[in-house]
C-alpha cells in the first residue's frame, strides 16, 4: 500500500484484513512523507514499513523507481494507492498495470485532481462520492470499478462533505480489493472484467452504500 497521510483507509482495509472479509493480507506500507499517521498505524499493526521520501530524488522518476524496486521484492497481487499524493510516471504505470488501484474523494469523472470537496460544492452538485478505479496513465482517469454517492447537505462546507465521503471510502475500498483478490475482478489489455464478463468502457458499478 502507497499512502502519504493519516491512513484512514489503511485502517479500513486493515479491519477488513483482520476479520477476513479483504481475503489477503498488507504485506508492506510505504510512504513518501516522514509524519505520515498511516506509518504509525501500519507499524502498531506489525506490518512491514517503508519511506521513500520523494525529497530525496532529484526527479520523478527516480523516485518511482525506487519505489518500483520496493515493491517488486514483494510478491504483491495489488498495489492499492490510499491517499497516496504524488503523481506516478507514465513507466511506473505500465509496470504495475491491472495491479494498481486507486481511490479518489469525488463521483469520478467528474472533478480529478485536488480540491474535489470544495469543487463539488461550488458547482452545486446535490451528490457528491467516491471512486475507486484501477489506474491508468490519465491521471484520476482509470476504469471505475465502485462509487458510492452521498447527498450534499444545506449546511455542508468541503470539511463536512469530505468526513461524509471519507466514511463511504471505508466502505467500498475493502470491497472493490477484496473483489480484486478473489479475481472476480480483472483490469487487463485495458478492459475491466466482472465475473468475466467486459464492462464497457464508460461503465461504472454503482453500489449504494
Ligand atoms: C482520501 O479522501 C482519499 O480518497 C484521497 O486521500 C484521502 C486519504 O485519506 N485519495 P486517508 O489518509 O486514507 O485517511
Redesign the pocket.
Known amino acids: 500500500m502507497l499512502?502519504?497521510?493519516?491512513?484512514?483507509?489503511?485502517?479500513?482495509i486493515l479491519s477488513a484484513s483482520q476479520s477476513g472479509a479483504l481475503g489477503g493480507d498488507i504485506a508492506l506500507v510505504i510512504s513518501n512523507r516522514p509524519d505520515?499517521?498511516?506509518l504509525d498505524i501500519a507499524r502498531d499493526a506489525g506490518i512491514e514499513i517503508a519511506l521513500i521520501d520523494h525529497q530525496a530524488y532529484a526527479t520523478r522518476e527516480a523516485f518511482d523507481a525506487s519505489l518500483a524496486g520496493a515493491l517488486e521484492n514483494q510478491s504483491l497481487d495489488l498495489i492499492v494507492?490510499?491517499?497516496?499524493?504524488r503523481i506516478l510516471t507514465p513507466a511506473f504505470v505500465s509496470r504495475f498495470s491491472g495491479r494498481l488501484i486507486?481511490?479518489?474523494?469525488s463521483l469520478l469523472p467528474l472533478y480529478p485532481g485536488l480540491n474535489t470537496h470544495q469543487r463539488a460544492l461550488d458547482a452545486g452538485d446535490t451528490h457528491a462520492g467516491?471512486t475507486v478505479h484501477y489506474v491508468t496513465r490519465e491521471l484520476d482517469g482509470g476504469p471505475s470499478v465502485l462509487q458510492a454517492k452521498v447527498v450534499v447537505q444545506p449546511d455542508d462546507d468541503a470539511d463536512s462533505l469530505?468526513a461524509r465521503?471519507?466514511q463511504v471510502?471505508h466502505q467500498i475500498y475493502p470491497q472493490a480489493i477484496a473483489w480484486h483478490l478473489s479475481e472476480r475482478l480483472q483490469f487487463t489489455a485495458g478492459t475491466l472484467y466482472l465475473d468475466g464478463v467486459a464492462l464497457p468502457p464508460t461503465g461504472q458499478r454503482w453500489e449504494s452504500v
Request: aromatic content about 4%.
Open positions: 499512502l502519504s497521510g493519516r491512513g484512514s483507509n489503511l485502517q479500513s505520515s499517521g498511516g494507492l490510499a491517499g497516496f499524493m486507486n481511490i479518489h474523494p467516491a469530505a465521503v471519507l471510502e
